[in-house]
């Protein structure tokens, strides 16, 4: 059974519409992460929560917020949406420590 | 911030060969992934190892800490194994995975 659950796998939305990603986590790990994946790119940190504490990266765009209501839940909030945010996003969790990150399968972001 | 390099950027082989993936990492970690991201984009854990050697079926993994590097072993290729291989490394006093370039690796029958 899935561990990390992203939903949609896939999503469409319009140049400037609000859109939200989420992510659920049965492992009850502490960590949460979201990664932004271009085409042909590496995937890339945006956010991520330590329990409640957020941190964010130095260099994610201010059109990107997150929340974590829960333990098991995080959302990814893109406020405006622009053609450049069409993307895989990948959200990941881990129990703390040394251990391995454990991804879901991704949702994959077109902007129309 | 920390470089992590992989080679070669692109890999083509016939189904039954062997492979070497390599990583290299501008400073000490305190954690390594190997990751396989398949065709329809699922980024699958292949290994965690910040050092040592481990082996599951076909591949195996070894990283040498002290002179930061780390090597993806695949024997006797199938088709499946097609898609792109990263490695991540976590610096030391960060809770973060960096990705490596990785190494695109297309497999024929």
């Known amino acids: 059974d899935a561990m990390v659950i992203q939903n949609p796998r896939y999503q469409v939305t319009q140049f400037g519409k609000p859109v939200t990603l989420s992510c659920s986590q049965t492992?009850?790990?502490?960590?949460m992460y979201w990664y932004q994946q271009k085409s042909s790119q590496a995937p890339k940190l945006l956010f991520h929560?330590?329990?409640?504490?957020?941190?964010n990266e130095a260099d994610t765009p201010d059109n990107f917020q997150s929340r974590r209501p829960n333990t098991s839940f995080c959302f990814l909030d893109i406020r405006s949406p622009g053609l450049g945010d069409a993307a895989m996003y990948l959200c990941?969790?881990?129990?703390?420590?040394?251990?391995?990150?454990?991804f879901g399968d991704g949702t994959r972001l077109s902007i129309l | 911030g920390i470089q992590v390099e992989q080679s070669p950027p692109d890999l083509i082989l016939q189904e039954g060969a062997n492979s070497t993936l390599r990583c290299n990492f501008s400073?000490?970690?305190?954690?390594l992934q190997w990751f396989h991201q398949n065709p329809w984009g699922q980024l699958i854990n292949l290994f965690y190892?910040?050092?040592g050697t481990k082996q599951n079926g076909r591949l195996s993994a070894t990283t040498v800490a002290t002179e930061r590097y780390s090597l993806l072993y695949i024997s006797s290729s199938q088709t499946t194994d097609s898609g792109v291989y990263f490695c991540?490394?976590?610096?030391?006093?960060?809770?973060?995975?960096?990705f490596g370039t990785g190494t695109r690796l297309q497999v024929f029958p």
């Open positions: 991540a490394v976590e610096p030391f006093g960060t809770d973060k995975l960096i």
């Open positions: 190892i910040p050092s």
């Open positions: 400073d000490s970690v305190n954690n």
């Open positions: 492992l009850n790990h502490n960590v």
């Open positions: 929560y330590y329990d409640k504490d957020f941190n």
């Open positions: 990941a969790t881990r129990v703390g420590g040394t251990q391995p990150q454990h």
